[in-house]
């Protein structure tokens, strides 16, 4: 079983390898689809400036505060998910530019999503074993159990006899 395991984990290392090597982008794929994806949801806001990279939007499911500077949004997706939500995206056309969002979307996806991250991650190497036949011998003496000791109990209650009662 652990033999298999090992073998599964050292294919799917190799196949991410390979996989990543053709990356010639800052986020993953899967992550540049949802940021794609909110950036269309984002047409049906309207934003108000409040101040530097704060932000009002209003939507058909209510208002919410945008803070670009902190990262964060009143309806807490964007801090669970690190992905910028349609509000964030909104708010990120009216900062940086409609030309230049898809560019800069990626400056509010959070560090842990990027490539560089992905990359650490299958960085590691597992190294080759053998099969168990081409392992070498080891004298070895014989495998004895611990001693065995018997653990302080709680005493034993006898109950007081009846006068007439006997012994065992």
């Given amino acids: 079983m652990l033999e298999f395991i090992r073998k599964m984990l050292l294919r799917k290392f190799h196949e991410r390898k390979e996989e990543y090597a053709k990356w010639d982008y800052v986020i993953p794929s899967r992550v540049n689809a949802k940021v794609l994806k909110n950036s269309g ?9 409040a101040w530097e ?7 058909p499911c209510g208002l919410y505060v945008v803070k670009l500077r902190q ?18 995206m909104v708010t990120t ?12 979307a990626t400056d509010y996806v959070h560090q842990s999503l990027s490539i560089n991250t992905y990359l650490q991650t299958y960085k590691g190497m597992i190294h080759p074993i053998p099969q168990q ?4 011998e080891i004298e070895r003496g014989e495998l004895l159990p611990p001693p065995f ?10 109950r007081l006899k ?3 009662e006997k012994a065992k």
């Fill in 133 to 136: 036949k081409m392992w070498l």
């Fill in 149 to 158: 000791q018997t653990q302080p109990d709680k005493p034993k209650l006898q």
């Fill in 53 to 59: 990279l704060e932000y009002e939007v209003f939507g």
């Fill in 41 to 49: 949801e984002s047409r049906i806001l309207t934003i108000i400036s």
């Fill in 162 to 164: 009846e006068p007439d």
């Fill in 93 to 104: 056309s009216l900062s940086c530019g409609r030309d230049l969002v898809k560019d800069r």
């Fill in 71 to 88: 990262y964060s949004y009143g309806g807490g997706s964007w801090q669970k998910s690190s992905i910028p939500c349609s509000h964030a």
